[in-house]
């Protein structure tokens, strides 16, 4: 089962208490209480693991070690051993005490969650020349504590979007190593999928139906996860009766979740086009093309229309490998 979703509650580390203590030394005077260490502070860093959200199934507080106590003789506390949580790419941190967010999308990125408290300082830092044998010293400051909320949003190139059992995971599945189940019923694929194809990640969204963007079925949990992938390969199967009326189902939920949605770079494909007749499928062709020129008529027993989609994926390919050239440059074309 893959956790997208979570909220824990985080307690970094107090500071530890500053001593008050003499010199020991013979023949040697003066204060030398140490200062306290500083609590451990908490971390979230992004790993390519997309299950990595599972751990806090069961693990709701994440608690950070306290700094140690000043002691005599000069001696500072230790700190508190930090705490690093890891979180898929494509995950935002929201801080719902302070309502703040932080995306993590890079593998390795890091955001600070919870500052561990100051230590006191020790009875030595409180010397002067009108207070030879102080007395005092700080208490420890306590560390932060807050409501986190890990909301996994996908990373993916290419995202494949359509009604359940259209034949996205089959797809998924001929373009990478990826294992998606695929099975005739819907709603088969329970949780998004990742595969990699090349120098692009595809990512299998699990079927959307008409009323998705109300919580209608499963749905509801994953339109998020569309979001943050590029381009949209939308998916529609030859064998429906009305695939017409499928795509407009999908778009509509699109635009009703989040109207952004439709302003992704968009294709769309006809899958299992060898599960009809020649005849029919260039009818559905020509009626789909209408709404959407970019189309292609793909089956995964079809090896010429595979070779089609993986032109198509080279481009996009190309694409990317260009642009980032670009952002590392500076340079922009016009």
Known sequence: MLIDDVTIRVAAGNGGKGA??????????????????????????????????????????????????????????????????????????????????????????????ARGGNGGKGNFHFRSSTNTSPKQSQPGLPGEQWDIRFELKLIADIGLV????????????????????????????????????YGLILA???GLIEGSSAGKGLGIKFLRHIERTNTLFHCVSAESPNPKKDYQTIRAELKA???????????????????????EREKKIMELKKINPRLLAVSILDDASLNELKKLLATLEREKMNGSAKEKTGCVTF
């Open 204 to 206: 299998d969204i699990p």
């Open 20 to 113: 008050v203590a003499f010199n020991k030394n013979l023949m040697e005077l003066g204060p030398a209480g140490g200062s306290g260490g500083r609590g451990g502070s908490i971390y979230a860093r992004g790993v390519s693991d997309i299950s990595a959200l599972n751990y806090f199934r069961h693990k709701k507080v994440i608690t950070a070690p306290r700094g140690q106590d000043g002691q005599g003789q000069f001696r500072d506390g230790p700190n508190g051993e930090d705490i690093v949580l890891s979180v898929p790419i494509g995950t935002v941190v929201h801080n719902l005490s302070n309502q703040t967010d932080a995306p993590i999308d890079a593998v390795g990125q890091e955001t600070l969650i």
């Open 257 to 279: 979740y989040n109207p952004a949605l439709l302003k992704k770079p968009e294709y769309l494909l006809l899958t299992k086009s060898d599960a009809v007749l020649p005849p």
């Open 162 to 197: 359509g009604l359940p059992n259209v034949g996205k995971s089959s797809l998924l599945n001929e373009l990478s190593r990826a294992q998606s189940k695929v099975a005739n019923y819907p709603f088969t694929t329970l949780e998004p999928h990742l595969g990699v194809y």
